[in-house]
């Protein structure tokens, strides 16, 4: 039966929003409070949510994207009129490019007072316009009797749909109109789409006569790890996952390609492949052409999975398209292939395959790229439930395809998608708060940390004991190589390299620089125990050289 439940004592809008939160299962808010949000916080204060107050709103923004992604719920935001929309509109974009649910709620002007132009603080001309392009959709509560019906849209975009970043702006004079009177039940969790059973057919007759199946999944597959590995293991598909799905086939499975669709081997077999399923997966530039040669394609029959029909229209077209629910569509595919049967697969194909591309890409590596899988490799054998939050950075770029997740959502980072800096250090500080049991290391450069580096206060402040592996080559290595291989003179990449361990100290952090892999490994082993973060700064040129060879 449905509850009836409404405030017993006056209420403004404010506070029974925050109830309203509390029954969507809401347990953290990520913000910085101001003149224009303090009534929000009028109830925050009574509720059993907790505040993360970060330093600047792009951390806010990213701290609800890394508990997002380890929860799989919305992170949430509390955000200030004007400068807050501006400052966390960048960590916006990156969870909308790698669709991250994300609820913002701001301020805004007064209902009489918006897009006046007058100057009154913090106006800008229009939010909902700023945030348009990296948002599922954005909202002006023009009165609290449409708080409700709003909160529901959010989240059913987050629990049935292709999970986006939701605006929520609030005017000044609605967050303290009087709202006792609205119900507080949330509204009823919507059932994901299933494919039709007519395309779940033809998908089916296409697999079970496929000589040569190959499978491409993608974050959208992120919950449906059992269902997938047992289809590919009854076609003997090859199986190759992008960042976001990391995890979701064991590491040690002998169908398992793990992230390298960017090489020369697993893109000619993919060309093999007479049918391709692409599950949950966009097919886009970060994950299939990280060397942006355009060469990754699909010459074979390609059947795509997604929940959202519109990113099935873009860059492969499918021949068979499935709008759905990763794990129903590929559990009706199992049921139907099973019943159809299969036909011998190629002596050539699978397991064996599968063999011989992680051969030839693992002999590929170079000295440096040695090293540096090497130490993500330490990491997760010292640490092996840990959390790898990356940022855009080299070690993290090896990583994206030499490391295989032991589970689903345990490897994500910002070099894919929308491609921020400074991303890692707040986005590490939400997953230790999504998942307080594991380990969690933050994988981040000396020049991405500068851009979020007063987060560590934060941490310090939060009690958030995560690892931040600081990988420190003085300046922006990879664009300065990038140049060069550009015949460009290098200019803005040599930048200034401040004490790490010295600041790192000063808020309050455990600091220490290691050299070798013994020394990293008793470092973790202690940091894993402490309610503060620790920072372990590795020089570059150090660690290659004590891996046995020369950067």
Known sequence: MMSTETFATPATCGEVLVRLLENYGVQQVFGIPGVHTVELYRGLARSS??????????????????????TGKPGVCFIITGPGMTNIATAMAQAYADSVPMLVISSVNARNQMGLGNGYLHELPSQRNLTAGFTAFSHTLMSPDELPQVLARAFAVFEAARPRPVHI???????????????????AVL??????????????????????????AGGGAVSAGVALQALAEYLQAPVALTINAKGIVAPTHPLLLGSTQSTTYTRALVAQADVVLAVGTELGETDYDTVFDNGFKI??????IDIDALQLTRNFAPSIALVSDASLAL?????????????????DWGESAVAQVRKSVNAQSDAATSAQALLIATLAETLPDAIMVGDSTQPVYVGNISFDAARPRSWFNSSTGYGTLGYALPAAMGAKLGAVERAVICLIGDGGVQFTLPELASAVEAGIGIVVLLWNNAGYAEIKRYMTQRNITPVG?????????????????????????AELV???????????????????????????AQP
């Open 522 to 548: 008793v470092q973790l082993a202690e940091a894993a125990h402490r309610r503060v973060p620790t920072v372990l700064e590795v020089l570059e040129d150090q660690w290659i050289a004590s891996c046995g």
């Open 299 to 304: 010459p074979g029959m390609l059947i795509r």
């Open 49 to 70: 949510i907790r505040h993360i107050t970060p330093r600047h709103e792009q951390g806010a923004g990213f701290m609800a994207d890394g508990y997002a992604r380890v």
């Open 191 to 216: 059932a994901r789409p299933e494919a039709s059973h007519h395309g779940i057919a033809q998908a089916a007759h296409a697999l079970a006569h496929a000589q040569r199946p190959f499978i491409l």
């Open 331 to 347: 559990e009706a595919l199992h049921t139907q292939v099973a019943a159809l049967g299969t036909p011998p697969k190629k002596s």
């Open 493 to 517: 990449v040599d930048i200034y390299t401040p004490d790490f361990l010295a600041l790192a100290r000063g808020f309050g952090c455990v600091a220490q620089r290691v050299g070798n892999r």
């Open 169 to 187: 702006e609030i005017p000044l004079d609605v967050i303290t109109a009087r709202a006792d009177h609205l119900l507080l039940q949330r509204s």
